[in-house]
T-cell receptor
Framework: NAGVTQTPKFQVLKTGQSMTLQCAQD?????MSWYRQDPGMGLRLIHY???????DQGEVPNGYNVSRSTTEDFPLRLLSAAPSQTSVYFC?????????????FGSGTQLSVL | GQQLNQSPQSMFIQEGEDVSMNCTSS?????WLWYKQDPGEGPVLLIA?????ELTSNGRLTAQFGITRKDSFLNISASIPSDVGIYFC?????????FGQGTTLQVKP
């Protein structure tokens, strides 16, 4: 099993550009989520999904869109990148939806917006 | 919204020393967790706590779930260089995990 796979590992964007961060898991987990990590702020939840076709907002959803068309994939879209979105992004999944504490994280995408 | 306050923010210790860090919240959580993040990687679960007052060990790591359900601490005994990283506490809320700001640990050989 590969676990949670994120691509790309690194990305540089110009303000206003759009892009999609990819996340895939091969553990048949129902629950998937996206976090961003910023210095001194820990991990903040952007969006999450408890199953295919279901998504919900986390703490910091503005500027990001998600969709969950399959159990395996949970892409994160930035429609018009802003410098404030410079961060490290982590995708995570869990087999538990009601008690989703045992999160498996990907290795992260480091995004810089100039 | 719910917030977790984790302290200290950073620690620089000598190999062999014991380490203690804690996490407090204004909200009650039913589950507390501790994760460790190695440089360049995503966080990995260390310990999960499910009951108020629970004390759980995982090797040299010991964590406790506070009686009030609003706090937790993590102890690392006899630290070694590979303990270096960022340690996060997290509280489980319906549909989501809320993370603390993290404690950066550096160990001097």
């Amino acid at each position: 099993n590969a676990g949670v796979t994120q691509t790309p590992k690194f990305q540089v964007l110009k303000t206003g550009q759009s892009m999609t961060l990819q996340c895939a898991q091969d553990m048949n987990h129902e629950y998937m989520s996206w976090y961003r990590q910023d210095p001194g702020m820990g991990l903040r939840l952007i969006h999450y999904s408890v199953g295919a076709g279901i998504t919900d907002q986390g703490e910091v959803p503005n500027g990001y869109n998600v969709s969950r068309s399959t159990t395996e994939d949970f892409p994160l879209r930035l429609l018009s990148a802003a410098p404030s979105q410079t961060s490290v992004y982590f995708c995570a999944s869990s087999s538990q939806t009601a008690t989703n504490e045992k999160l498996f994280f990907g290795s992260g995408t480091q995004l810089s917006v100039l | 919204g719910q917030q977790l306050n984790q302290s200290p923010q950073s620690m620089f210790i000598q190999e062999g020393e014991d380490v203690s860090m804690n996490c407090t919240s204004s909200s009650i959580f039913n589950t507390w967790l501790w994760y460790k993040q190695d440089p360049g990687e995503g966080p990995v679960l260390l310990i999960a706590l499910y009951k108020a007052g629970e004390l759980t060990s995982n090797g040299r790591l010991t964590a406790q779930f506070g009686i009030t359900r609003k706090d937790s601490f993590l102890n690392i005994s006899a630290s070694i260089p590979s303990d270096v990283g960022i340690y996060f506490c997290a509280g489980q809320s319906p549909g989501k995990l809320i993370f603390g700001q993290g404690t950066t640990l550096q160990v001097k050989p």
